[in-house]
């Protein structure tokens, strides 16, 4: 049911792991549901997320989905990373089956959490970004 | 396909060569219609009653009892529906179990929406159903018990004599959903006062698309497919000749050799459970470790969710399923580890393994040996087990 890069992804995930002293982390989706992603970011003083890291409890579509995420806002700057979307992350992928798509919104919330993140420690406005929504923290 | 560990045996089994065998002639051969007059149509027929009188013998009753459907869940379907009509003059009150398969489940809403009320009794930690509550349930309007003999997902045997024994004493049907115990536990109908029971042949090694639902003498219910005589007029339709015959040789290779195998079953069972619950931490054992089926072995894995668990050994070529939500299609895990008190999120990494007799020793080491690998991989990549490593490591 899974495209092959799906399966890539999820075999050998990209970028898994934790940045100590991140310039940014998300955390969204709630175990309940079986979804939740965390996204650390490092970004420099130019604005470039320098590296980027993932932990993601979930299905095989919520790890890849992850780490394709992680590729693609890798070596952004934060207004490219804006515009990684949950279409693109799919489209990176070859797709997913209907009842996964979802799991490629969390990717895009869970970035769009770390840049918030990153915003608030640093008293910074990014356009277009609002407070993330979903937080496993809202939900327990 | 290439080698693989299949351990997904609630799901269905591996039909036995001697019931496909018996089959094929059936196909080729006497492909008459059993309702035919002459003597090509009189042979299935005869076959037909050979395999009614077959599956009657296993469960002490008459080969008049035994109806052949087209499996488990037509078989529910029938009997929940056709007992609630007939029955409608006395009550309308159907009792049965937060556990039961959807068959049951579904069919009971579908009742509920045309005017039944049912009542959902619950279960100890372990799955099994509390006797007291279903008889302080039982009503003057109560028509209908049905509770499963056995649990799909976690194996746990119910207590069906005292079940029997209580719907007896007040007057009340009752029916038990069997897919998962016919062939694997001794089941006598009398001993047990079991007035219907569905039963579904893939689950022990027959052929998929067959199955029977008992209906003891004297139990009113209505007919399920109208059209023609065949069932004694309750379910038309020409019958499944080829399929009835599997369904009736692997009932009897089943019944033959039933105690040996499920010792060896139960002993590659408890060696999963052993080895699992002691070479993996923060895993939990689902289901009653006494009251359980001899092929089921289902455990919890906290931090880590049922579907990658799946896929991962399903490319190290382990066939097993899980109650996980992303196996279901829904967003809630299964309703079963739900009614035993798991919280969603330790229900939603669960990881079903059920073995047959034909499984080996050395399938059980590399099993062990993968979900030990993957769940580790897993958690390393978990943010709830970050998390809690991250708590514990603050609480020393």
């Not at chain 1, 709630?30 to 299905?59: E, H, P, S």
């Not at chain 2, 008459?62 to 009509?85: M, P």
């Not at chain 2, 009340?172 to 047990?192: C, G, K, N, S």
Request: aromatic share 6%.
């Amino acid at each position: 049911m899974y495209s092959d890069k799906v399966m890539d992804h999820f075999e050998n995930p990209r970028n898994v792991g934790e940045i100590e002293n991140a310039s940014g982390v998300g955390t969204v989706g709630n175990a309940k549901c079986g979804d939740i992603m965390r996204i650390y970011l490092d970004i420099d003083d130019n604005g470039i997320i320098r590296d980027c890291k993932f932990k993601t409890f979930g299905c095989g579509a919520a790890v890849a989905t992850s780490s394709m995420a992680t590729e693609l806002v890798k070596g952004k700057s934060i207004e490219e990373a804006m515009k990684v979307t949950n279409k693109a992350v799919m489209e990176a992928l070859d797709g997913l089956p209907p009842v996964k798509v979802h799991c490629s919104l969390l990717a895009e919330e869970a970035i769009h959490a770390a840049l918030w993140d990153y915003a608030q420690k640093n008293g910074i406005c990014i356009e277009g970004l609002a407070e993330p929504k979903s937080d496993i923290h809202d939900e327990n | 396909m290439g080698e693989f560990i299949y351990l997904d045996n609630a799901a269905t089994t591996k039909t036995a060569p001697e019931a496909v065998e018996a089959m094929l002639p059936y196909f080729t051969d006497f492909y008459g219609n059993p309702s035919s007059i002459y003597s090509l149509g009189a042979s299935a027929q005869k076959a037909v009653e050979e395999a009614r009188e077959q599956i009657a013998s296993t469960l002490g009753a008459k080969s008049n009892e035994i109806y052949f459907t087209g499996g488990g869940s037509e078989s529910d379907n029938w009997a929940l529906v056709a007992a609630a009509e007939a029955y409608a003059g006395k009550g309308k009150h159907i009792i049965t179990s937060v556990i039961e398969h959807h068959a049951v489940l579904h069919t009971c809403q579908y009742l509920e929406k045309r005017g039944y009320e049912v009542t959902c009794i619950g279960v100890d930690e372990n799955g099994i159903l509390k006797l007291d509550e279903l008889e302080a349930a039982i009503r003057p309007d109560t028509i209908l018990i049905s509770v499963m003999f056995a649990n799909n997902e976690i194996g746990t045997i119910q207590p069906v004599r005292e079940i029997g024994a209580l719907a007896k004493k007040h007057g009340v049907l009752f029916h038990t959903d069997a897919v998962q115990a016919y062939a694997h536990l001794p089941i006598r109908v009398d001993e047990m006062n079991i007035d219907m029971l569905s039963a579904s042949g893939h689950k022990f090694h027959g052929p998929k698309g067959t199955g029977f639902l008992y209906i003891r003498t004297g139990v009113k219910i209505r007919s399920f497919l109208h059209g023609g005589q065949q069932e004694r007029g309750r379910r038309a339709g020409t019958e499944n000749v080829s399929g009835i015959v599997g369904l009736g040789e692997a009932a009897r290779l089943a019944f033959s050799h039933m105690e040996e195998r499920s010792r060896k079953e139960a002993g590659l069972r408890d060696y999963l459970i052993e080895r699992i619950g002691k070479e993996i931490p923060y895993c939990r054992l689902n289901g009653d470790a006494g009251r359980r089926l001899s092929n089921n072995v289902n455990f919890s894995f906290r931090f880590i969710e049922g579907e990658s668990l799946l896929i991962s050994l399903d490319r190290k070529g382990i066939c097993a399923s899980s109650g996980s939500a992303c196996t279901s299609g829904s967003l809630d895990p299964s309703h079963v580890l739900l009614a035993i008190g798991l919280p969603h999120e330790i229900a939603h990494g669960s990881l079903r393994l059920t073995v047959s007799w034909e499984n080996t020793m050395e399938e059980m080491d590399r099993t062990v040996e993968a979900v030990k690998e993957i769940v580790e991989r897993l958690r390393n990549m978990s943010p709830l087990y970050e998390d809690f490593i991250r708590s514990a490591g603050q609480n020393r």
